[in-house]
């Protein structure tokens, strides 16, 4: 074991693992954080703390981290390269980690024409895949980015997005390929809804062996309603949702579509449960977490393995 | 080239409400390539200010000049006979040409009558699109001749990221995937394996981080 992490406990099991997501609220609400948080309790194996997603202030991921840890659950911090330099996010993950938060989520995040702060710089000191090196460096090495020794370097376990459906297509193996060089141990992808597509870049991820080197975790969120699968369709930059699914949400009654979102999130999971290279699956349920539970049963991934 | 645009006229109007006499100073390179800032603006500013005052029922005095490189203090002393009894200086020129000017005439405020934007290049007639952030450590090398970092929205070293769809930025249907047109370029020249180097982080100190930057050329300078 890299770290102490119980992700990586679960995932070196050889067991699915099942990873989610909690946002922080908009304002100092400890318990905004804990209700969803609690939600999730049991059902997954640890919980991703987003970074100022979609470019908008939130409680940062590291408080509302320290929050999950406090109750028992393990977070997984993310964070993003667009608003911090690297001594900003070194002192961060020395930070969490000493708050007991060893895993942590590399990404370079939204750009803030997206959210509500569109007149502020952005960093991006370093990219996501520099990022990942850096979490790595620290870990294995225990030396900051500048070639210092650190003091009880921090242990994480270090994630990376990958975005299977963006363009050039070509590129998308090969970008993993990057991360996984760079130290990435797990991965979660973009929401998957074209299965196919999808399919196929597995395929091509096992064919380069990279499943064997990172835990791959496709990113399943369910649709709540026919709007919500028009809006990720036309309108989430990277986002790949076939027709069919915008249609068969669109053919049930408006009162069934959120039951049918979960069905479709579940066949999902059924059906990827059986690709080669899959190591657990991270369900963002947005602003539905509560939603969670029920899919990881249906799902057939209850009871959580005891690792700790 | 350094691009550049001019400001709306109101708020050049503003800036020289208070005064009597202006000099009105254009520059003879890039600002004029760019059509911002050369002899051709400077006679179109000189006279939308003069008709905007005049409707005021203020006759303002503007004199006229546009200098050969406003960013060369060689020529920037050109004015001194014509400064005498200005009461403001407005420089059409880039961000360099403005300060040079401020530099050599310590006493008569100076006003820019355009918004420097970028080092960049024509598309074609009447576009100009950014090229370089002058980091100071170029990499177009590696990088199959298109520069990430003035290119990329998210400065990606190491792109493109998710956001990339048909090769646009996430951003705006109007750029292009600096990481897209690198990966074209990579394939064309046959250099498709360079793409998976990762490219360590960078040093910025030979960029902004280093802090106001200069160049000393030993050989040269007296």
């Known amino acids: 074991m890299k770290t102490e992490s119980v992700l990586e406990k679960v995932i070196k099991s050889g067991r699915l693992a099942v990873t989610s997501e909690c946002g922080p609220p908009r304002g100092a609400v400890a318990q905004k954080v804990i209700e969803k948080a609690e939600m999730l309790r049991g059902y997954v194996d640890a919980v991703n703390v987003t970074d100022n997603q979609t470019a908008m202030v939130r409680m940062s991921s590291f408080a509302a981290g320290i929050l999950l840890k406090q109750i028992g659950l393990h977070p997984v911090l993310q964070m993003v390269t667009r608003d911090r330099n690297r001594l900003a996010m070194q002192a961060d993950i020395i930070g969490a980690y000493t708050h007991g938060i060893n895993n942590m989520l590399c990404l370079s995040g939204d750009h803030p024409q997206f959210g509500d702060h569109p007149t502020a710089a952005n960093v991006h000191d370093i990219d996501s895949i520099q990022f990942v090196q850096m979490v790595r460096k620290m870990r294995d090495e225990g030396k900051f980015q500048g070639g210092a020794d650190i003091q009880n370097p921090p242990k994480m376990f270090v994630g990376a997005a990958a975005n299977p459906f963006a363009d050039p297509y070509e590129l998308r193996v090969a970008r993993l390929a990057k991360k996984v060089a760079a130290g990435a141990d797990f991965v979660q992808t973009q929401c998957i809804y074209n299965l196919e597509k999808f399919e196929q870049w597995m395929h091509s991820v096992c064919e380069r062996g990279l499943h064997e080197k990172c835990a791959i975790l496709p990113g399943i969120t369910p649709l709540k309603s026919a709007a919500m699968a028009r809006y990720m369709k036309n309108k989430v930059p990277g986002m790949d949702v076939p027709q069919q699914v915008v249609d068969r949400m669109a053919g049930v009654a408006k009162e069934k579509q959120a039951a049918e979102g979960i069905k479709i999130c579940v066949e999902a999971i059924h059906r990827l449960k059986e690709c080669k290279g899959i190591a657990g699956f991270h369900i963002m349920a947005i602003e539905w977490e509560q939603k969670v539970p029920q899919i990881v049963e249906a799902a057939g991934l209850y009871p959580r393995p005891q690792v700790d | ?222």
């Open chain 2, 1 to 222: 080239m350094i691009t550049a645009e001019r400001k709306p006229l109101e708020e050049i109007i503003n800036c020289v409400k208070p005064f009597e006499r202006i000099l009105l100073v254009g520059c003879n390179e890039c600002v004029t390539v760019c059509a911002a800032g050369g002899r051709k603006e400077v006679g179109i500013v000189s006279s939308a200010l003069q008709m905007a005052f005049l409707k005021q029922g203020k006759n303002l005095q503007i004199k006229e000049h546009t200098l050969e490189r406003q960013c060369d203090p060689e020529y920037v002393e050109e004015l001194s006979t014509m400064i005498t009894g200005v009461d403001a200086v407005v420089s059409m020129a880039c961000g360099c040409g403005v300060q040079e000017v401020a530099r050599r005439f310590k006493t008569v405020p100076v006003f820019p009558a355009v918004n420097t934007k970028f080092m960049g290049a024509s598309e074609r007639q009447g576009i100009w699109a950014e090229r370089c952030q002058g980091c100071g450590d170029c990499l177009l090398g590696v990088t199959g001749g298109i520069c990430p970092i003035a290119r990329c929205s998210k400065q990606l070293l190491n792109g493109p990221c998710g956001g990339s769809g048909s090769g646009k930025c996430e951003i705006s249907p109007d750029v292009d995937c600096a990481w897209h047109l690198i990966w074209e370029r990579l394939k064309a020249l046959g250099l498709q394996d360079r793409y998976e180097q990762i490219i360590p982080a960078k040093d910025w100190r030979t960029g902004r981080g280093g802090g106001p930057r200069k160049i000393i050329r030993e050989d040269l300078a007296e």
